[in-house]
């Protein structure tokens, strides 16, 4: 046994020590297609080549004569085999590695396309750069052979494993010379980067449909609108006004209009929790219909504002089609509703007739739901409390009358909406309520 250990031991010291895995790492890549030629450019931390003990001289410095070959392995290795790019949906796989360079820790060349490929194509660094191989960067150009530049290109680069946190700064520089820049943590799967019109629906679509079955706090919201009323018809009412609301807030986010203040996101996340507490309040002491469509109107303005802050990051996905995504988004959001509605309404219909009675039933789901948003609400303001409010006055400009006016415009848009669907939802059959649910008094005319 001793002899065992003393042999594992030699063999495990005699192995060249690799390094660990860097905490933060950003990788930085251009990509442009040039006639019969895609070019990938990448720039990556060096001490991120993992499994590699670099040549260094005396001083402890990176030695680049003598590292050359092994540098072009470690590039291959950990940054060209995780390149995957498409080319119309199909994988180009002719990849080559024209050249390779260690760059100084505050070299800037990678701020644009030219300048990064004139530092990669340019000359070598000193055999001695006077940097230790921690903190030097590593630069790759790669390319692959395509038909034409005018082709739409898709990649998956799984560079994740590069660090524990690892953020990929993509820019795709297209013929015009117009920059569109992608920026993600880990691996986002295939990101096309000039998508069509149908592939960028596709896409929101299902992110809209994934985003509100993940959201535990919008399902709560829609539940609290169910309990109370079980029947399609009054349903169709609410739940069109809850959608109404947060398309107008979630497309007013995604053109600026929504305040970029950093208390601004918990405080929407605590009102969305307190929208619960109070529908489930009322879904106790009773409810009325005009007020309940108006009510629902007024938190779903709050609601879509939360679902901006889930699709903040993931708009540079959409290209040129903004538009376009956000009213998929909004799509997939409305076809996760009507899931969650054809599974509940019957559900709690059963629940109601062979478990529990009606009102006793509405209390008692109300009052669980009561307990788990008023724990959200807490927590929330209290994230919100350390973030400092601060009012000051803005100065008197042209960019102050210009914030005025949209937000004017948008304002004159949601009482028009208001006030349309109010002509357009019907009054409820009085003879047909639910027993919790207070329809508006009738007149002796009505």
């Given amino acids: 046994m001793l002899v065992l250990v003393l042999g594992m031991t030699l063999i495990m010291s005699s192995r060249p020590a690799g390094h660990d ?30 499994d590699f003990n670099f040549p260094q001289n005396e001083q402890g410095n990176l030695d680049i004569a003598a590292a050359d070959s092994m540098l072009r392995d470690a590039i291959m290795l950990w940054v060209g085999d995780e390149l995957t790019v498409y080319e ?48 030097a960067m590593f630069d790759a150009l790669f390319e692959y052979t395509i038909d034409s530049d005018e082709s739409a290109f898709s990649t998956d680069l799984t560079l994740a494993r590069l660090g524990l946190r690892t953020i ?79 398309s107008v807030t979630l497309i007013a986010s995604a053109f600026d209009l929504a305040p970029d203040a950093i208390w601004f996101p918990p405080f929407v996340e605590t009102i969305i929790a307190l929208s619960i507490v109070y529908m489930a309040i009322e879904n106790i002491v009773g409810i009325t219909f005009q007020r309940r469509w108006l009510i629902t109107f007024a938190f779903g303005l709050v609601h879509g504002f939360g679902f901006s802050f889930a699709l903040r990051e993931t708009l540079q996905f959409a290209g040129s089609h903004l538009l376009m995504s956000l009213l998929s988004f909004n799509l997939g959001v409305e076809l996760g509703q009507l899931l969650v509605l054809l599974v509940l309404v019957p559900t709690l219909g059963l629940l109601f007739r062979f478990v529990v009675g009606d009102r006793i039933g509405t209390i008692l789901l109300s009052v669980i739901v009561i307990h788990t948003a008023w724990h959200w609400t807490s927590e929330r303001a209290l994230q919100l409390s350390q973030y400092p409010f601060r009012f000051q006055l803005p100065e008197v400009n042209m960019a102050l009358f210009e914030i005025f006016t949209r937000w004017t415009i948008l304002g004159l848009i949601i009482l028009g909406l208001v006030w349309l669907m109010h002509l357009i939802f019907p009054r409820p059959n009085l003879g047909q309520a639910e027993p919790n649910v207070r329809a508006p008094r009738a007149s002796i005319e009505d």
Avoid at 109 to 134: H, I, K, N
Avoid at 226 to 241: E, H
């Fill in 168 to 246: 990929t700064v993509l820019r795709l520089v297209l013929p015009d010379g117009t920059v569109r820049p992608f920026e993600y943590s880990g691996n986002p799967g295939l990101v096309r980067l000039d998508p069509r019109w149908h592939q960028a629906m596709l896409r929101f679509v299902v992110l809209g449909f994934e985003h509100i079955l993940d959201g535990i706090d919008h399902l709560l919201f829609l539940a609290c609108l169910v309990i109370p009323i079980r029947r399609f018809g009054p349903l169709v009412a609410i739940v069109t006004s809850f959608t109404v609301a947060h």
């Fill in 88 to 135: 119309e949906d199909r994988l180009l796989t002719d990849q080559r590695l024209v050249k390779i360079q260690v760059s100084l820790p505050d070299d800037r060349s990678f701020a644009t396309y030219d300048e990064a490929l004139a530092r990669v194509m340019g000359p070598r660094l000193p055999t001695d750069p006077g940097v230790f191989w921690r903190d």
């Fill in 21 to 50: 895995i860097p905490a933060d790492v950003t990788v930085q890549a251009f990509v442009k297609a040039e006639g019969q030629r895609l070019r990938l450019l990448v720039r990556v931390p060096l001490e991120a080549m993992q």
